[in-house]
């Protein structure tokens, strides 16, 4: 499925954009314009997501008639997901000929799935650009690696930028601003790797059905920044009538992994929504080995796909802790394990009070600046499930 429109890309740059799972993490807000709307092409609206992701970080000119065929079967098993690869496969070969198509890959199941579609059709024609913003998950960019790199052999550029965000974000306490931060440097990183490829003529992404849905027939403000004009790129959106099931029906299909295909929702600005306030190093750290612990032990206590959403947050305050027998001051890592069916709303799930005990021991041990462990027992609504 491959839609025309051209992206002279503005782009949102106050997005940051993760798109993880579920159409939970596009729920916040719409940013989109109707710069192409109306007069000129009747059909189209450009559009983009704030809470969309790294891998959806351009506006997305979507047609009006882009409607999922009513005689769309849905994608429940393995053979329609083969079915449904094999068509796909045959027309992006088709549609791209023998051009090159970039895109950008968060390790996110939309961006994957379409990374792992394009590769299956025209091998080394796709490059994929992984860009760390150094506020993914401990082992997130070694996996974007190891599955695409080593086992697909694809045509993948790491681009390790953790220090030019970190610096950029350095100071920086309001939450929105390190949003726009971290969305308008992830566009510059991209957009300079974009440059140094040859050839490009497509630009990947993934779009799916529900990104679609939630912004028919909105408008808002154009001119939000994007891709800069001389990359004038043709999008192709191979999943974009596809529900966030049915893309990982495809992705298990294509052989991707498991913790890859069910990963739970995670945002755009990543765990920067976790080190709330101004970010630190060594608070970050905390926040990453912390939710690599809880990650764990969670998955150790079958409670991995089970629960909806978990992970811990640090927040920019200290109290006091003993240590070797001397007064520590040191960071809080707050524990958030939330049962969602839409991020709409939130109830909070009765982890077992033995395992709560190893993973706070763990990370009072394991963690460094950290002697205090807190859990977050607040529905949403009043409280929202991430921090900032
Ligand atoms: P809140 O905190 O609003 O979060 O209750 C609802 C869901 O959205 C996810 N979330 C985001 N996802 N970019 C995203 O892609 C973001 O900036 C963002 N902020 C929140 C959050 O993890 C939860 O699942």
């Known amino acids: 499925m491959v839609s025309e429109g051209k992206s002279t890309a503005e782009k949102l740059g106050n997005s940051v954009v993760s798109d993880e799972n579920s159409t939970a993490e ?18 189209t609206l ?9 891998e959806k970080p351009f506006k997305r000119r979507i047609k009006m008639d882009n409607k999922r065929p009513d005689s ?8 329609k997901a083969m079915k449904f690869i094999d068509e796909q496969v045959a027309e992006i070969k088709k549609t791209v000929g023998d051009g090159k198509v970039l895109l950008a890959l968060s390790g996110g199941v939309d961006s994957s799935v379409v990374a792992a579609l394009l590769i299956k059709a025209i091998g080394k024609q796709l490059v994929c650009v992984h860009v760390n913003h150094g506020l993914l998950r401990k082992g997130e960019p070694e996996q974007v690696i190891d599955v695409f790199r080593r086992q697909l052999d694809a ?17 920086v306490s309001d939450p929105e601003k390190k949003r726009k931060i971290i ?4 566009i510059d990183v991209f957009a300079e790797e974009a440059k140094k490829q040859e050839g490009i003529k497509f630009l990947a992404q993934g779009t799916i059905y529900p990104d679609i849905l939630e912004s028919d027939g909105v408008k808002a403000h154009h001119n939000v920044g994007g891709l800069p004009e001389e990359l004038d790129f043709e999008l192709v959106e191979p999943v974009k009538f596809l529900y966030k099931d049915e893309v990982r029906v495809v992705g298990k299909a294509l052989g991707l992994p498991d913790n890859m295909v069910y990963r739970q929702p995670f945002p755009g600005p990543g765990l920067g929504v976790r080190c709330t ?19 764990e032990e969670f998955a150790a206590a079958g409670l991995e796909g089970k629960v909806w959403q978990y992970f811990t947050v640090v927040p920019p305050i200290t109290s006091t802790g003993i240590k070797d027998g001397k007064r520590t001051d040191d960071w809080i890592v707050v524990i958030r394990a939330v049962n969602s069916v839409d991020a709409t709303s939130a109830t909070i799930e009765p982890i077992p009070y033995e395992l709560l005990g190893k993973i706070v021991n763990r990370i009072i041990t394991e963690v460094k600046g950290v002697s205090r462990v807190a859990y977050d027992l607040s529905p949403k609504p009043v409280a ?3 921090w900032e």
């Open 277 to 295: 306030g101004a970010i630190t190093r060594d608070r970050l750290e905390a926040v990453r080995e912390s939710d690599a612990i809880l990650r």
């Open 384 to 386: 929202t499930i991430e």
């Open 183 to 186: 969305g308008s440097e992830f």
């Open 46 to 54: 450009v559009i983009s997501d704030e809470k969309s992701t790294a």
């Open 72 to 79: 769309m079967e849905r994608i429940n098993d393995t053979a």
């Open 155 to 171: 045509n993948l550029v790491y681009v390790d930028a953790t220090d030019r965000f970190l610096n950029k974000l350095a100071g």
């Open 26 to 43: 596009k729920l916040g807000t719409s940013v989109v314009s109707d710069e192409n709307s109306t007069a000129e092409n009747p059909d």
